[in-house]
């Protein structure tokens, strides 16, 4: 069946940097756009960055800059490079592609 499994998640004090993965299997990920979404308390779920199945990919602005997604296919992974981080990028970061969810990674940063 189909997963989407986070890892990478967790502390940092700001400035730091953090390196989010995610797995999917029981679908080739190369085939999907993928992307991840983050949720403060409090706060509504944002769109953080997509990547496309072309490799093209889409950032907030409040992370330009600062966050880079890439893809390897033969892995079927997205991996989520997040330097500079600030308190405000503190949150559950969730993978997802269209039709699928991962159930999250914690970062906090302080």
């Known amino acids: 069946h189909v997963q989407l499994v986070e890892s990478g998640g967790g502390s940092v004090q700001a400035g730091g940097s953090l390196r989010l993965s995610c797995t999917a299997s029981?679908?080739?990920?190369?085939?999907?756009?993928m992307g991840w979404y983050r949720q403060a308390p409090g706060n509504e779920c944002e769109l953080v960055s997509t990547i496309s199945s072309d490799g093209s990919t889409y950032y907030a602005d409040s992370v330009k800059g600062r966050f880079t997604l890439s893809r390897d296919n033969v892995e079927n992974t997205v991996t989520l490079q997040m330097n500079s981080l600030q308190s405000e990028d503190s949150g559950v970061y969730f993978c997802a592609t269209p039709m699928y969810w991962g159930r999250g990674t914690q970062v906090t940063v302080s």
């Open positions: 029981g679908f080739s990920s190369g085939d999907s756009d």
